[in-house]
């Protein structure tokens, strides 16, 4: 049983600031559906690294079998945190968000000391490509401050960096251009019969390195007749920071996006990156208790990602041009596992005249990004992306369509290096193709 | 205690990627899906091969340590939960699909094959492999066999039994016996294969089995069965296999469970109705209609509420959802899921309904019954918290009096769980001491010793009662 001890601070084993809930951990019921959805599992066939596994180790060390160890917080970096088991479990257990709990309790069991040096000097050197990003020369600081990249570079001796990290990491940057976030007005103004007002949610990855990706996101938003508002002081959404177990800093960013938000009186909160959305999503959680309930359950019902948002209000197709082109369609796990939108994007791709939607294998299978994990575990990274690459190739699809930052630099690298002839697109920019200029 | 020099002699064998004695790996070795039973291992080892199974063997019968085979660990009634503690052999590494022979219609496959991957393998190459437990996406060939695993179509194509036709095994003292192949016919002296299907780990380590394949069916329809109280819905069963029709799937959840799917996934589900059956024939096209025709006739007959029938494959999976979701919106009531398996003669579904029902509110437990109806297997499931001392009292109090009708009706205590730890009183009140005596009897010509898997199907009799709970202590 869970024993809480006011004295010492603890429930179990766990530290009790950010202890996984044992409710939740009791819930498992041990039944291995969760399994074959794993990617690490599959991977090393080990039970440890598997959810059904990690939540045993949790609830162990919740229930003082076991102390908080090296090994357990091993495993809760090693998850990926893709949420397949969620889908997959019968008794809605949630073994990724429970791992991301134990990334807390990691960083307070294990505390780091020191820089590392040479992921410093790689966000501020390396990641400073080009003389034109020179004159927005904020861009590698944002980069570092945004993407939660400061803080893992402070707490960096927690993790385990493959040899090869830089290399890949430096492969994957995307040609920089100017962010978008800047550029955007505050508000782009409906066309045709006006149906609503959004309040965009500009994702950081999307803004610095995907700013074409999110401008054609708000062209086909203007194109279904909402007025679009991006208000500029948008912060992180906090996603990187609940991955690499910083939860104060999460809250923090979420408590003001959802001010900002809420006061700017729009119909729904509309975002283009799945793992931001999924973030969104979850503020109601990560703020329990520390916010307004009935705000944040508002905050909860205006928020949706593109596809979704779309395929709920009804896809506008007048005026839509054709797009010769064969796709085939990754799905994002924070799209499909941790927002449950799966048959929304296919609804749109099919919707596009004359484009195919070629099914792959797999489609749900992470492609072995996941944040920073893809660089922490290079090597078992690259086998999880050559298993989607595989299914990929097989449809031989013009395109490769997704529609989260974190997959789609993933997936642009490994087509190149792999030397295929996919291009990856994020579904706005699909969409946005089939919209006159 | 195992020593260091037997963990290298392992690593020389095995190599030292399948060598585990870390206490996080053991401890994770140390359950199945068997509720409230956890024990430590002192090693757990990953054969890839026959003769690394052998190799792990010999060492730990030099090292006196039980011997205890797993697959995936989804087991429910504790048959890889190494309660002596000892050495856990997985045999999940050695999953390779061998052969698949089209001559004979048979494959032949590792112990770890995924019984789902096997499903797939074959389905490719126009054959069928029938067996199907719920666990099958993650379940192992070695397990099942071991476990002699059913499923949804036990009804009309039997269950993993049926479809063993040989076997290769590591006895205890580490020689290997192959029993069976791919000949149909075989009388040749004794059945070790069919004593092996269902040994629950306790008489040898399966490494290989040659497996029956079918023809699949070419067609395939889907209904679905509303009932506005039990008796009928029994009746119903009962009347359809009177009738001589064997549907592929006859499945049946009360209205407990219909309350359940209906929170969880909200398809407008009827609230009020005492039971669905889930009903699918499949084979010839021509035979399908017919008995489609027929199904619907004896459906009208006996008064069902709603019959709906599904016009393509799209609607038949709707139709199947609340079935499928079934255990999903159980487990999700409580923290604790008991899922039994008691089976009775199918004509006596209802009495066993109708005693469910009662013993539910003798105990005041929260109940959730549903199964495969057709072949009278079915999984009262109780909702429970297994910190609360007097609710689990009452569960297993509600489980021992069903059993007790079940057995007097000539049911038996498990339809396709096997016996392991969970029932080990049961089996004996089933079968009496005389049975008992005789199992034991044959348990000790395979394994004089009691290395493997002990403590499992009876009680040994010269081991105390362990306590489970404090195996799984572990502290630095």
Redesign the interface.
Known sequence: ?SHTDPKENLIGNFQAKDAPDY?AV??C?????C??TCPTYVLT????S?P??RV??AR?VAE????F?E??KD?AFFCLDCRACTTAC???VRAGEVMEICRTQANAAFPASGMQKGLREFILEKMVPSPALMETSMVPARLYQKLGIQWLVRNSQVLKLGPKWMEKAEGMMPKLSKPLRLQLPDLVPAQGQKRGKVGFFLGCVMTLMYPEVSRQTVRVLAHQGFDVLTPKNQKCCGAPHMTEGDRDTARKLASENLDLFMDLGVDYIVTDCAGCGSALKEYEEILAGRADHGRLEAFRAKVRDISEFIVEVGIRTEGLQPVKASVTYHEPCHLCHAQGISAQPRKLIKAIPGVELREMNEASWCCGSAATWGLKFHGESQQVLDRKLGNVQATGADYLVTANPGCHLQLAWGLREAGMKQEVLHLMELLGRAIPE | MISNTAVQHLIEHLGKENV?V????L???G???T?GVHHLPEVAV?PTTTAQVQAAMALALRESLPIVPRG???GLSGGSVPVQGGMVICL??MNRILEIDEANLTATVEAGV?TLDLFNAVAAKGLFYPPDPG?Q???TMGGNVAENAGGLRGLKYGVTRDYVMGLTCVLADGSIIQTGGKSVKDVAGYSYRDLLVGSEGTLGIITEIVVKLIPPPQDKRTMLAYFSDMRTAGEAVSKIIAAKIIPSTLEIMDKNTINCVEDYVKIGLPRQMAALLLIELDGHPVVVAEETEGVQRILKEVGAAEVHIAKDAAEAASLAAARRTA??AL??VS???LLEDATVPRSRLADTFAEIERLTEKYKLKVGTFGHAGDGNLHPTVLCD??DHDEMHRAHAFYNELYEMVLSIGGTVSGEHGIGLAKIEYLQRQIGDGGVAVMRRIKQAFDPDGRLNPGKIFAEPTTPAQNLEEG?????
């Open positions: 049983m409710e009791l819930q019921m041990r039944c291995g559906f399994l074959p066939n080990r039970e440890r598997s059904r596994g045993a180790l162990a003082q079998k076991l102390e160890s090994a357990v495993e019968p008794s809605g | 585990y870390e206490k996080e790996d401890l994770v070795f359950y199945d899906s509720p990953f995936s660990g989804t999940t590494r995924v666990s996406k993650t379940s255990l999903s487990a999700r923290p604790t899921t297994e910190r799984f202590r572990v502290s630095h």
